[in-house]
């Protein structure tokens, strides 16, 4: 049985700003779609393809605090730099994945890799925030670098294209992600005329983006840059490009629980945010310059 579509949530009329290099749209929760109503996805920033200018100074984000979940990047254009208050650092080059678990705590910022910034090009990517359940709300901050490399690959037949999994499992092949809960993530790429056809838990919160192109998905055509919300019923997805797409597909256990949040902070009840920020304040989350 195939999902219905709940809703088709055009592109916002207007970005907004994460620091100074993230030009983002925000579909959760910002589109009217509550974090529980895509419990475990939190957040979804969608940086559409922007041209960013030569600078000597990296445009991004400087420190801050996270707590509670894990932030996921996924980049498509462009290069990010990024460190933390553990001493992990790296580059994410497109085709990458950062899957930073904050847990108990961390510090963190992102910026433009410095040769990036320097010639500029198109920016896209996505960031996703992935709630933790509350017995591992308080596990050591960590992170996955994933690389394009690491990715698992379905190459689809008669040339339709290739799916990427990052998380979770499809046709016997598993992502490298190594998640709380069970969540799927597959970043798919379709040519002109392909199609994808796969089955995700009827229980789960399903959504779909089109980073790229526009797609038929379920018998409703769907343009670029809109977020579909599956109703959580059925199993099956389908998907048909009528021109070169790239899609993102998520799919996740709902975890049951409060949900508090404040800024960088997602815990069970306000109690426990009130303790994040002092935690925080009192520089339990390490140094960070």
Same mark, same amino acid.
């Given at each position: 049985?195939?999902?219905?579509?709940?809703?088709?949530?055009?592109?916002?009329?207007?970005?907004?700003? $994460?620091?100074?290099?993230?030009?983002?749209?925000?579909?959760?929760?910002?589109?009217?779609?509550?974090?529980?109503?895509?419990?475990?996805?939190?957040?979804?920033? !969608?940086?559409? *393809?922007? %041209?960013? #200018?030569?600078?000597?100074?990296?445009?991004?984000?400087?420190?801050?605090?996270?707590?509670?979940?894990?932030? $996921? &990047?996924?980049?498509?254009?462009?290069?990010?730099?990024?460190?933390?208050? &553990? #001493? /992990?650092? #790296?580059?994410?080059?497109?085709?990458?994945?950062?899957?930073?678990?904050?847990?108990?705590?961390?510090?963190?910022?992102? !910026?433009?890799?410095?040769?990036?910034?320097?010639?500029?090009?198109?920016?896209?990517?996505?960031?996703?925030?992935?709630?933790?359940?509350?017995?591992?709300?308080? &596990? =050591?901050?960590?992170?996955?670098?994933?690389?394009?490399?690491?990715?698992?690959?379905?190459?689809?037949?008669?040339?339709?294209?290739?799916?990427?999994?990052?998380?979770?499992?499809?046709?016997?092949?598993?992502?490298?992600?190594?998640?709380?809960?069970? $969540?799927?993530?597959?970043?798919?790429?379709? /040519?002109?005329?392909?199609?994808?056809?796969?089955?995700?838990?009827?229980?789960?919160?399903?959504?779909?983006?089109?980073?790229?192109?526009?797609?038929? $998905?379920?018998?409703?055509?769907?343009? %670029?840059?809109?977020?579909?919300?599956?109703?959580?019923?059925?199993?099956?997805?389908?998907?048909? *490009?009528?021109?070169?797409?790239?899609?993102?597909?998520?799919?996740?256990?709902?975890?049951?629980?409060?949900?508090?949040?404040?800024?960088?902070?997602?815990?069970?009840?306000? =109690?426990?945010?009130?303790? *994040?920020? %002092?935690?925080?304040?009192?520089?339990?989350?390490?140094?960070?310059?």
């Amino acid at each position: 049985m195939q999902k219905n579509i709940e809703r088709i949530i055009e592109k916002p009329a207007k970005p907004g700003m $994460v620091g100074d290099g993230f030009r983002v749209y925000n579909f959760i929760p910002g589109a009217n779609i509550s974090q529980r109503r895509m419990s475990p996805f939190l957040m979804l920033d !969608f940086a559409a *393809a922007f %041209e960013f #200018g030569p600078s000597n100074e990296p445009r991004g984000v400087d420190v801050h605090p996270h707590k509670g979940f894990e932030t $996921v &990047t996924i980049a498509y254009k462009g290069s990010v730099e990024h460190n933390d208050s &553990t #001493g /992990n650092r #790296g580059i994410i080059n497109p085709g990458d994945v950062q899957w930073m678990t904050a847990g108990a705590g961390i510090l963190h910022k992102e !910026f433009h890799e410095t040769e990036f910034s320097k010639k500029g090009g198109l920016f896209e990517m996505v960031q996703l925030w992935v709630n933790l359940p509350k017995k591992d709300k308080s &596990t =050591a901050a960590h992170y996955q670098p994933i690389t394009a490399a690491d990715m698992g690959k379905i190459t689809l037949p008669n040339d339709a294209g290739v799916v990427n999994v990052i998380a979770g499992q499809v046709n016997d092949i598993k992502g490298p992600a190594k998640t709380y809960t069970p $969540v799927n993530m597959l970043d798919i790429k379709l /040519n002109k005329g392909g199609s994808f056809t796969t089955k995700v838990d009827a229980t789960h919160n399903t959504a779909l983006l089109i980073i790229n192109g526009s797609a038929e $998905v379920n018998g409703k055509k769907v343009n %670029e840059h809109s977020f579909v919300l599956f109703a959580n019923d059925g199993e099956e997805i389908n998907i048909t *490009a009528p021109e070169d797409a790239v899609i993102l597909l998520l799919s996740g256990e709902p975890i049951n629980e409060p949900i508090a949040s404040y800024g960088p902070f997602v815990m069970n009840t306000q =109690a426990e945010i009130y303790e *994040a920020i %002092e935690e925080f304040q009192n520089g339990k989350y390490g140094e960070l310059v």
